[in-house]
């Protein structure tokens, strides 16, 4: 894919986004910023989310976050090192298996890129850390939760299409800020 900056905005050392260390990723958890089917304002963006993640009250958190707004380059934002576990699943073994990647939706986002930017993100870890395509789950996986709530309900793309979104991404070698993928 084109167009796409990485930005690492890696949380503090003290954040209690940290709960602990991952030995190795087993899963990947794929999430949007909205449950439910509404589209929320456009002051919902990453400036919000990175906001949230500053509140030293709460331990949620994900590595990841991608944001694709209209007639602008795809974002992916880092939070957490891939070996750091946070809760974002609800679930012990999700939370301490898996890494997280949020979708920002709202009025300005372009849906279809960036549902391909987080199914492209989730191919390069796919291959940095072997995990096979049966280990990516929506996260309604691990909790019941209805997230990624767009994708089950089949808006702009649906749980399958994307599954094989990124499975044609992991078919190709593809390189993310200068580092190549095979």
Known sequence: MKDIIVV???LPLDSPKRVGKMVKPSYITIHETETGLEITDEKFNYKWYRTILDDYSSTIG???L???NNN???RIYQF???NVYTHHTGNAIGNQQSIGIERIVNKNTDMIRAIDT???LTAILMKKFDIPIENVLPHKYWNNKDCPSRLLAGLYCDWDSFINKVKE???KDIELDGIKYK
């Open 8 to 10: 690492q905005d890696i």
């Open 62 to 64: 994900y590595h990841f």
């Open 66 to 68: 991608v944001e694709a």
């Open 72 to 74: 602008e380059p795809s």
């Open 80 to 82: 957490l090192e891939t």
């Open 118 to 120: 987080q199914a492209f």
């Open 169 to 171: 991404f992991y078919s």
